[in-house]
């Protein structure tokens, strides 16, 4: 499995050496098409209407419970190809509401990686 390489710090996209746009291959390339699944909007990706989580109707301005927030980018770090098994771990709320945590990968290969929220 290939990717576009994103800039880790930009989200956009980088060039290789000869300057043609870069691409990421497995297991990385998993790992960023969880990191880019669970940060984007449901229904946002033209290209795949059914990617994302439900910011919009179940987590932004709502009262969630962890675990089902937790369910939820696990069910869709398991929509994206290549995964084989996901566990996010929540591991703190900031003072200004940012939520912090990891997705824990298993990946249909058996490899294992990591992806931070």
Do not use: H, K
């Amino acid at each position: 499995m290939q990717t576009l390489l994103l800039d880790r710090s930009t989200w956009d996209l980088v060039v290789d050496a000869s300057g043609s746009i870069a691409v990421a291959s497995a297991p990385y390339a998993v790992a960023q098409n969880v990191a880019c699944a669970v940060r984007v909007f449901l229904g946002e990706c033209w290209y795949n209407t059914a990617l994302g989580l439900p910011y919009l109707t179940n987590i932004l301005g709502r009262t969630q419970s962890a675990a089902l927030f937790r369910a939820d980018v696990e069910q869709t770090a398991l929509s994206v190809e290549g995964v084989a098994q996901a566990v996010c771990v929540l591991t703190g709320l900031s003072p200004a509401r940012r939520l912090s945590g990891i997705i824990q990968l298993t990946l249909t290969d058996g490899s294992q990686t990591v992806v931070s929220l």
